[in-house]
Nanobody, 133 residues
Framework: QVQLVESGGGSVQPGGSLRLSCKGF????????VAWFRQAPGKEREGVAC?????????????YYIDSVKGRFTISKDDANNTLYLQMDFLKPEDPAIYYC?????????????????????WGQGTQVTVSS
């Protein structure tokens, strides 16, 4: 059974950092297209970053970010731990939300990724990120 379990949320001051983790169960996460989404109160869920699958050899995926997080957030995968990460630096007051990891269970090494909400059908439970002074 495919499961995604997030952790790492918390509360930080503006300019601070957090690293979110998303461990996969029931599938080999690094080989699949995976993404981070977020949802703030009263707003629609939006894609933040995604990365396509690894090929098990030299290709480990190409990341994609929305403009508002470029240069501040980094998506990465840990093959040994079957885990997806989102390193969030220089957090801003507009970043607070529940952050979710997701996968569409598509094996697509080398074909990029996209942040179309409806394409992702496996979701974690979410982890809360708060930014306040």
């Amino acid at each position: 059974q495919v499961q995604l379990v997030e952790s790492g949320g918390g509360s930080v001051q503006p300019g601070g950092s957090l690293r979110l983790s998303c461990k996969g169960f029931g599938f080999t996460l690094p080989y699949y297209r995976v993404a981070w989404f977020r949802q703030a109160p009263g707003k629609e869920r939006e894609g933040v970053a995604c990365i396509d699958g690894s090929n098990g050899r030299s290709y480990h995926g190409t990341p994609y970010y929305i403009d508002s997080v470029k240069g501040r957030f980094t998506i990465s995968k840990d093959d040994a731990n079957n885990t997806l990460y989102l390193q969030m630096d220089f957090l801003k007051p507009e970043d607070p939300a529940i952050y979710y990891c997701a996968t569409d269970l598509v094996l697509n090494a080398g074909y990029g990724c996209r942040l179309e909400l409806r394409k992702y059908d496996r979701w974690g439970q979410g982890t809360q990120v708060t930014v306040s002074s």
